[in-house]
């Protein structure tokens, strides 16, 4: 199913901060957040039409760019969402990016938003790596103790070939290391020996176990 109807399935609790991605802007869905007294921090889409009621003062070293309070304008959004919503914008300058976020917080500072978001990345990235580190080629099942049991082996695993690695101070990388062991793993071979380099062998002298068809 498509990522913004989990917020169908979200349990909201009042007071609670959920922060995600411009994806899941869906007004209608964000509105449920409201009404259960819970916050909640995305991106804006470019096209977002709407109307500026006040704007705040901010300090532009900062990164912020403005603090806005508005009201959507089009015929359908203005209907699922008929309360006003605050706009921020913020320059990261490490990232070079500038980001624009919906909140129907009011009380919170602008820059706290945006750290909000920020930390936020931080799980991006985590999932992220485990996309590129961890051996999940697929869930083997889909309730919540499943996911998690699958994916803590799979990190467990990544932490031992890392102790691995540095025990023996073996020069491959980890996903090299990963490899090897999947194709011994039920091989007798000491694991010194499997990650070591393989010898190669010299052309020129020949083999004590081949025949010599010609003297």
């Not at 938003?113 to 936020?120: E, F, G, H, P, T």
Request: with cysteine; glycine share 2%; aromatic share 14%.
């Amino acid at each position: 199913m498509h990522d913004v109807t989990v917020l169908d399935y979200l349990p909201l609790e009042p007071g609670a901060f959920y922060v995600m991605d411009r994806g899941y802007v869906d007004f209608r869905r964000l509105y449920r957040f409201t009404l259960a007294n819970s916050f909640f921090v995305t991106r804006s889409k470019r096209n977002l039409d709407f109307t500026r009621r006040t704007r705040r003062l901010v300090d532009s070293t900062t990164g912020l760019r403005c603090d806005q309070t508005i009201v959507l304008r089009g015929p359908k959004s203005s209907r699922l969402y008929p309360e006003p919503l605050r706009r921020i914008a913020f320059y990261d300058s490490e990232s070079q990016r500038r980001f624009v976020f919906l909140t129907n917080n009011f009380a919170l500072p602008a820059l706290t938003i945006a750290q909000l978001y920020k930390c936020r990345w931080q799980v991006e990235l985590f999932f992220k790596w485990i996309k590129q580190h961890l051996r999940i080629k697929a869930f083997y099942g889909t309730t919540v103790n499943a996911v998690k049991t699958q994916v803590w082996i799979a990190i467990s695993v990544y932490v031992l070939v890392a102790i691995v690695k540095k025990e023996l101070r073996v020069e491959k990388s980890l996903n090299d290391i990963l490899q090897i062991l999947s194709l011994t793993l039920f091989e007798k071979t000491p694991i010194f020996e499997a990650l070591a380099a393989p010898k190669i062998q010299d052309s020129s002298s020949p083999s004590p176990n081949q025949l010599t068809l010609f003297d």
